[in-house]
């Protein structure tokens, strides 16, 4: 089955400090992998998702597969980034789509 | 484009009632998703529904139960309430239900069981 890991419940970092969301998954096919945010008081939305290689509001991700990982980064965090923060999985099961998140990660950028 | 709807927002209810929540998708989704959102869980999957079916289900209980209707809007059902199904259940709708899709959440419905 697979599973998804953020070590990390709460990073606590300076406005203008570079931040990493840590994200494992296990699977042994080729997963999808997104990066889901959720600001105080909004709805959980995409922040952005592997296959479209692009860098929203400032962050990235890479997908290691060696290393079986898609962190998070951004190198000046802002304090409009405080929020929680969900690495998720999609798999095909019969050629159907499959999703799970990790428990997620609560940033909070200080000024 | 409206985005997706849930009713209620807030839902009070004793141990031992049952409880149905409702979920319109954004229009032309097809697919349906709910979760449950807790402080120490975090967001875990309940089962998905395309085109009326049934597709996935995660680890919950058979008191959890849901359908979906031919308009694509989706009902969750929990009957036999404890105090631990307390969260915010979540759904979520996209186009397909292919790899790459993202979900659009609602707002969701708060739970209190008494």
């Known amino acids: 089955a697979q599973r998804v890991t953020q070590p990390e419940k709460l990073l606590s970092v300076f406005k203008g400090a570079p931040v990493e969301l840590k994200c494992n998954y296990s699977y042994s096919g080729s997963p999808e992998l997104f990066w889901y945010v959720q600001y105080s008081r909004q709805r959980l939305q995409l922040l952005l998702r592997h296959i479209s290689r692009e860098s929203i509001k400032g962050f990235t991700a890479d997908l290691n597969k060696g290393e079986t990982s898609f962190h998070l980064k951004k190198p000046f965090a802002q304090e409009e980034d405080s929020a929680m923060y969900y690495c998720a999985l999609s798999v095909t099961t019969d050629s159907w789509g499959k999703f799970q998140f990790g428990a997620g990660t609560q940033v909070v950028v200080t000024p | 484009k409206a985005g997706v709807t849930q009713t209620p927002r807030y839902l009070i209810k004793t141990r031992g009632q049952q409880v149905t929540l409702s979920c319109s998708p954004i229009?032309?989704?097809?697919?349906v998703s709910w979760y449950q959102q807790t402080p120490g869980q975090g967001l875990q999957f309940l089962f998905e529904?395309?085109?009326?079916?049934?597709?996935n289900k995660g680890n919950f209980p058979g008191r959890f139960s849901g359908r979906q209707f031919s308009n694509s809007r989706s009902e969750m059902n929990v009957s036999t309430l404890e105090l631990g199904d307390s969260a915010l259940y979540l759904c979520?709708?996209?186009?397909?239900?292919?790899?790459?899709?993202?979900?659009?959440f609602g707002p969701g419905t708060r739970l209190t069981v008494l």
């Open positions: 229009s032309g989704h097809r697919s």
């Open positions: 979520a709708s996209s186009l397909l239900a292919d790899l790459y899709n993202e979900q659009f």
């Open positions: 529904y395309f085109s009326e079916t049934q597709r």
